[in-house]
């Protein structure tokens, strides 16, 4: 299925804030980032004489010019707006400058497609969290292609640090994002589970399990951590064919 395209524009000081969103925005099926800005006061040049967009991501606390004073001057430029900042203490000012929402610094991948979900609910940004759906990802290690993968083919996802090892059916990708993001993405998709502080599995592609020990169908094997034993034993209660007594 096709999805609309939402144009975006994302302004913040901090390069690493922007690197952030590009990866964020990447994510959403149907967001496309037309154009970023370091800074306000040429952001504010900028988008006086240009098109209007659909959505406006901004930092409130910038140098020279403030996300709050620069969202009046924009207002009539975009349909929706969403500050994003480190700062608790501007709720208000978000609310008077009339921001569609208001994300916390440092905001998981999560609550940003949350967010997106909310503003622009016909665009498919569940990231295929329903059965049967995908998603894309960009890879580090294939020129940063943005590789497509079902939902359906994930054996089971690797903590590598700030990176994450997908293992899929057909090939691994490697791409830089932390368990606990792709976690709640995949938390929203049946049949993922972590039961390792490292590895997070689809139970469709556990080759067998021994004791506390997992094999998946890759032959990748996994040894159930101390914390998870709980969860995992109710796993098993709920999934272990019981028989009856034989006299």
């Not at 622009?120 to 020129?143: C, H, I, L, M, Y």
Request: proline share 3%; hydrophobic share 40%; glycine share 8%.
């Amino acid at each position: 299925m096709l999805h609309p395209v939402y144009t975006c524009i994302a302004i913040d000081d901090e390069v690493h804030a922007i690197e952030g969103l590009k990866r964020y925005v990447e994510s959403v099926p149907g967001l496309d980032l037309v154009q970023t800005f370091t800074d306000p006061l040429i952001a504010l040049r900028t988008l006086l004489v240009s098109a209007r967009v659909d959505l406006v991501l901004l930092d409130i606390d910038m140098p020279g010019l403030n996300g709050i004073e620069l969202s009046k001057a924009i207002r009539t430029k975009t349909d929706k707006l969403i500050f994003t900042t480190g700062h608790t203490e501007y709720g208000y000012e978000a609310f008077r400058a009339e921001a569609d929402d208001y994300l916390l610094k440092p905001y998981s991948l999560a609550e940003f497609v949350a967010a997106i979900n909310k503003l622009f609910p016909g665009n498919g940004a569940r990231n295929g969290a329903e059965r049967g759906g995908s998603f894309f990802v960009k890879s580090k290690t294939d020129q940063h292609k943005l590789i497509h993968i079902r939902f359906s083919d994930v054996v089971l996802v690797e903590s590598k640090l700030n990176y994450v090892l997908i293992h899929t059916t057909s090939r691994n990708v490697l791409t830089y994002m932390t368990l606990r993001e792709i976690g709640a993405i995949l938390g929203q998709h049946p049949g993922f589970m972590q039961f390792q502080r490292s590895y997070i599995v689809a139970q469709a592609h556990i080759d067998y399990i021994d004791g506390n020990t997992i094999r998946m169908l890759n032959g990748v094997v996994i040894t159930v951590g101390e914390y998870y034993k709980k969860a995992f034993a109710a796993f098993l209660d709920r999934h272990v064919l019981k028989t009856g007594k034989r006299n």
